[in-house]
């Protein structure tokens, strides 16, 4: 059981919009800055955003993030067939002393 | 380019050690925060350990305390990780990663440690 949640999938068509979401606590997502990674099939995990909601370079802005309380959405736009992958997010917990992450959340672009 | 490899996963009997290792190359190795982040086969993502500039503060998650320790060789730009008493439950792709969550971050590509008899 991840101490972040996430949905284990979401789906959608060429094109649209997909939303996905991250549910944590006072004790991660409240107090400390959210990041989002990609993880295609058989590759090691990307770093897509960072700071809650800043876009490392080379990361199109079709991919966009943010925070609200103990939660955090990772959206994308005008999905591609290359964005098919698991998608993480990761934050520090304090109380934990430690890196959480979420469940993973499959993206199929149908 | 920056690069992060690691090496020395394979197969271990429970119980055993092993070293994995992580050189870095084409950054300034020497002023990141660096962790390790596991993976076992068809699950997710979990952070392991982080270690400091220095090699002064070191963290862990609770299922490895006691058993794995980090550490840094600045000069030899390499990271590591001993672990020791390994279970088939550690049975996992071990992925080194500079800067997890900052703006630098970038993961090596992994290297796969089995536990099994």
């Known amino acids: 059981q991840s101490v972040l949640t996430q949905p284990p999938s979401v789906s959608a068509a060429p094109g649209q919009k997909v939303t996905i979401s991250c549910s944590g606590s006072?004790?991660?997502?409240?107090?400390?800055?959210v990041s989002w990674y990609q993880q295609r099939p058989g590759t090691a995990p990307k770093l897509l955003i960072y700071?809650?909601?800043k876009r490392p370079s080379g990361i199109p802005d079709r991919f966009s993030a943010s925070k609200s309380g103990t939660s955090a959405t990772l959206g994308i736009t005008g999905l591609q067939t290359g964005d098919e992958a698991d998608y993480y997010c990761?934050?520090?917990?304090?109380?934990?002393?430690?890196?959480?992450f979420g469940g993973g959340t499959k993206l199929t672009v149908l | 380019e920056v690069q992060l490899v690691e090496s020395g996963g394979g197969l271990v009997q429970p119980g055993g050690s092993l070293r994995l290792s992580c050189a870095a190359s084409?950054?300034?190795?020497?002023?990141?925060?660096m962790h390790w982040v596991r993976q076992a086969p068809g699950k997710g993502l979990v952070w392991v350990s982080r270690?400091?500039?220095?090699?002064?503060?070191?963290n862990y998650a609770d299922s490895v305390k006691g058993r794995f320790t980090i550490s840094r060789d600045n000069a030899k730009n390499t990271l590591y990780l001993q672990m020791n008493s390994l279970r088939a439950e550690d049975t996992a792709v071990y992925y080194c990663?500079?800067?997890?969550?900052?703006?630098?971050?970038?993961w090596g590509q992994g290297t796969l440690v089995t536990v099994s008899s």
């Open positions: 990761g934050v520090w917990d304090g109380s934990l002393s430690a890196v959480v």
């Open positions: 006072s004790s991660n997502i409240e107090n400390d800055y």
């Open positions: 084409g950054f300034t190795f020497s002023t990141y925060w």
């Open positions: 270690i400091n500039t220095d090699g002064s503060r070191t």
């Open positions: 990663v500079r800067d997890l969550g900052g703006q630098r971050g970038y």
């Open positions: 700071e809650n909601n």
